[in-house]
């Protein structure tokens, strides 16, 4: 049976429980996406929603890179699929998700094939995990192998074009959301309100990932942006609420927020259209 969803005021789910509902203070610290949908959670149910309506099948879900499974699971319970399959390099994460009903693998995704067959899997995600890799190429390729035609891929990752980042660079400012070393943050604007390197080796704009995205054989569906929830620890109570202010206001334009959340689906196989170097 089908999640009932309404859109009428804020979306809610009648059937429990949607993350972040009960997610534990592990899985929100080692997820970006989980952080954001704690202080919004209108934005988990709307893209919940777009993936529900888009879905053609409910048989297998992958998650590369699972993590802790929270995410996985709540996926699987709320949109009704038989079996989540989980990937990541990690085994002590991949523990935890085992003890969550999520079937693992131990994969490296930037450079390994994912272990299913082709055309198996009606939806795969991949929440913050691509900012972590030197290139997205191995993980799309085998995103596409594996999906059924139809099938559906949510991902999400940090936006290069968000307006910190322009603002930043534009003052001579290193980009908040790309890091130069994994142990020092070096080069930030002082309203930045973290402590601590992101360790995105990179991130994308959303003209260039939409782009990737259908040389891969996938056509997007809908884009949503999501809010940087951490303005509250900017110290200077005049700076934070300007910046909390040009925020709402300028993340209202999906391009300038901090992070994106794509719902795409497989057309093709991969190939399709050739690469241009």
């Known amino acids: 049976m089908k999640p ?30 989980l952080f954001i949908f704690k202080h919004d959670r209108n934005l988990a149910l709307r893209l919940i929603s777009v993936i529900d309506e888009q ?28 079996e989540a399959l989980g990937i990541d390099e990690d085994e002590n994460r991949l523990e935890v998700a085992r003890g969550r009903g999520i079937k693992t693998y ?10 299913f067959s082709a055309e198996t899997a009606d939806l795969a995600t991949s929440f913050g995990l691509l900012n972590y890799f030197k290139s997205y190429d191995n993980l799309l390729s085998e995103t596409n192998r594996v999906l059924k035609l139809g099938g559906i891929f949510a991902l999400s990752v940090p936006n290069l074009g968000w307006w910190v980042n322009r603002v930043s660079l534009g003052l001579g400012y290193q980009p908040p959301n790309i890091s130069v070393s994994m142990k020092h943050m070096v080069g930030m604007p002082s309203f930045y309100p973290r402590q601590k390197p992101t360790k995105y080796i990179h991130s994308v704009t959303l003209r260039a990932l939409r782009e990737l995205l259908e040389k891969y054989g996938f056509e997007t569906v809908r884009v949503l942006g999501g809010r940087e929830p951490s303005y509250d620890d900017i110290r ?8 909390k202010t040009t925020d709402r206001i300028l993340s209202k334009s999906v391009g300038l927020s901090v992070r994106l959340f794509i719902v795409s689906k497989k057309v093709g196989p991969y190939g399709t259209e050739p690469i241009e170097p």
């Open 4 to 33: 009932l969803l309404t859109s009428e005021g804020p979306l809610t789910l009648d059937r429990p429980p949607m993350f972040p509902d009960g997610a534990s203070e592990q899985d929100i610290e080692s997820s970006a996406s």
């Open 55 to 82: 879905l053609e099948g409910r048989e297998r879900l992958v998650d590369l890179g699972v993590g802790y499974g929270f995410i996985a699971k709540s996926l699987k319970e709320t949109l009704g699929f038989q």
């Open 106 to 115: 131990q994969v490296d995704l930037e450079n390994d094939p994912l272990p």
């Open 236 to 243: 200077n109570r005049i700076a934070r609420g300007f910046v």
